[in-house]
Antibody, heavy 116, light 108 residues
Framework: QVQLVESGGGLVKPGGSLRLSCAAS????????MSWIRQAPGKGLECVSY????????YNADSVRGRFTISRDNANNSLYLQMNSLRAEDTAVYYC?????????WGQGTLVTVSS | EIVLTQSPGTLSLSPGERATLSCWAS???????LAWYQQKPGQAPRLLIY???SRATGIPDRFSGSGSGTDFTLTISRLEPEDFAVYYC?????????FGQGTKLEIK
């Protein structure tokens, strides 16, 4: 069965960095676009970044462009999100999800808290 | 950016009743590129409907989606206790792909 497991969240100070990981299993990872979607506490959902199956096409939301970098390692079925220059408004649960347009499988999420 | 507005914000119904949730788009959503998700507390969203009316794998047939253009509806024909949750619509017609603010379906 399809499984997506995120890790790497935690508490970080404003201006700091964090790297999120997502381990995928149960499907041919290299054949799918993958995305990061976040949800601020008590708020709605925001598509943050997506990456094509081979890694050549990338999208970043305006809110994170220039600060966040999505990448993938198809040999190890892993997706990453490097987050730099973190701000308080980046505080959210970050979900790894399969797909680019709509998302048919999601991980359980990892909480990122940006606070001094 | 296409803004999605969901109505009502909260819907209070009893098990066995019919639920009708609405999602309006600020611009036309081409090719009915609209999805619906269910989210329970502490859980990730779950895909219910894509392409405005196609049920995702394993979704019971009491869930149905309809609509086109700027006006979309999710209908739950007979509510089961496990259906009480927050529901989000999402458009993937135009980048950035955006979500509605959600409708909370609560037990009356």
């Amino acid at each position: 069965q399809v499984q997506l497991v995120e890790s790497g969240g935690g508490l970080v100070k404003p201006g700091g960095s964090l790297r999120l990981s997502c381990a995928a299993s149960g499907f041919t990872f290299s054949g799918y676009y993958m995305s990061w979607i976040r949800q601020a506490p008590g708020k709605g959902l925001e598509c943050v970044s997506y990456i094509s199956s081979g890694g050549s096409s990338i999208y970043n939301a305006d809110s994170v462009r220039g600060r966040f970098t999505i990448s993938r390692d198809n040999a190890n079925n892993s997706l990453y999100l490097q987050m730099n220059s973190l701000r308080a408004e980046d505080t959210a649960v970050y979900y790894c999800a399969r797909g680019k347009k709509f998302f048919d499988y999601w991980g359980q999420g990892t909480l990122v808290t940006v606070s001094s | 950016e296409i803004v999605l507005t969901q109505s009502p914000g909260t819907l209070s119904l009893s098990p066995g009743e019919r639920a009708t949730l609405s999602c309006w788009a600020s611009q036309s959503v081409s090719s009915s590129y609209l999805a619906w998700y269910q989210q329970k507390p502490g859980q990730a969203p779950r895909l219910l409907i894509y392409g405005a009316s196609s049920r995702a794998t394993g979704i019971p047939d009491r869930f149905s989606g309809s609509g086109s253009g700027t006006d979309f509806t999710l209908t739950i024909s007979r509510l089961e206790p496990e259906d009480f949750a927050v529901y989000y619509c999402q458009q993937y017609s135009s980048s950035p792909y955006t979500f509605g603010q959600g409708t909370k379906l609560e037990i009356k």
